[in-house]
């Protein structure tokens, strides 16, 4: 019997859990050639600015062990040209949309909200960690009191559920989450990449023009479950946890620990397909397991204490 997969976040139902993320996948057009789109739980779109933005100079990528490193600094053509041209054609699929929306002030986010109130995507996702800009990105995303301003700001604006993208790069990601549920924020995506730094030996130099950029992919994995799991006891908004999944198992990994569904990033560059992939290997290990319906699943991670080797009782958290 097939597994039932679907799941909901902000009342908007989802086919399965596995969303593309944001920044790896564009405007689904590079990867409709390889996959069905239709088959997605949803889209997240490359991040928009208010106006086209050509990003920071070259190199601007760079590859780590288990990991790459990029500093591309939200490239983009801008929002009037995405609700204008990019997306009627990514209509035509029956997966959710969800734009990714980044600013260098409060009132650019807002009025970037205002701008898509009427048009018809799924989710908001609040981009408030980007590290490779100047302005704005993670500059919001690090102090409890900011990010309360500019969550409860945007809502203000907004039609669709928001979600506020988080960045690893705090001292304490429960505070932040805390801020964004207490703004009236619908969601949480986490984690953003984690800032990092690669040098040339050989040329003594940076090995990105920016000096410094976001790593991404398996090596962020743990800390990115950390957080996931972290977030998900002290908030009751639904969590789209992401960072290094690359595998079915990963997923089942970030739902135990308490996320709604997953953002697959960096593995789409690794192979166009990993998105369909990852949800074919989910079913898979739901069906070897017994596993009828994804939310058996979902915060569902049991820890034993080791201190009382007597006890048989466990403790479900969440």
């Not at 986490?190 to 950029?213: Q, S, Y």
């Amino acid at each position: 019997m097939k597994p039932q997969l679907s799941v909901e976040i902000c009342g908007v139902s989802l086919k399965n859990p596995v969303i593309a993320a944001s920044g790896t996948f564009g405007f689904g057009r590079e990867y409709a050639e390889y996959v069905d789109l239709n088959m997605l739980g949803g889209i997240a779109v490359k991040g928009l600015t208010l106006l086209p933005k050509k990003g920071n100079p070259p190199p601007r990528i760079a590859e780590t062990p288990s990991g790459i490193l990029n500093s591309v600094g939200l490239q983009n053509p801008g929002i009037d040209y995405f609700i204008e041209h990019e997306l009627p054609w990514l209509l035509k699929y029956g997966t959710r949309i969800i734009v990714n929306i980044n600013g260098s002030t409060i009132e650019e986010y807002c009025k970037m909200a205002e701008k898509l109130k009427d048009a018809p995507v799924d989710f908001l996702e609040l981009n408030i960690s980007c590290p490779n800009v100047k302005q704005g990105g993670v500059a919001f995303g690090t102090r409890p009191e900011v990010v309360y301003d500019i969550t409860r700001s945007v809502k203000a604006h907004a039609k669709q559920p928001v979600l506020v993208k988080l960045t690893p790069n705090v001292a304490d990601i429960k505070e932040i989450a805390v801020a964004v549920e207490k703004a009236g924020g619908d969601g949480i995506s986490l984690i953003n990449t984690v800032l990092g730094m690669a040098i040339d030996a050989k040329r003594r130099r940076p090995v990105l023009a920016n000096i410094v950029g976001g790593l991404s992919g398996p090596a962020i994995k743990p800390i990115a479950l950390r957080m996931v799991w972290e977030v998900a006891r002290v908030v009751s908004i639904p969590i789209i946890g992401m960072g290094g999944i690359t595998t079915g198992e990963d997923v089942v990994e970030f739902l135990l620990a308490g996320a709604t569904a997953v953002g697959v990033g960096t593995a789409n560059l690794m192979s166009p397909t990993a998105c369909i992939d990852i949800i074919n290997q989910l079913e898979e290990y739901m069906i070897h397991n017994g596993i009828e319906d994804v939310h058996e699943l979902i915060g569902g991670l049991e820890i034993k204490p080791t201190f009382r080797k007597k006890s048989p009782s466990s403790i479900r958290w969440r």
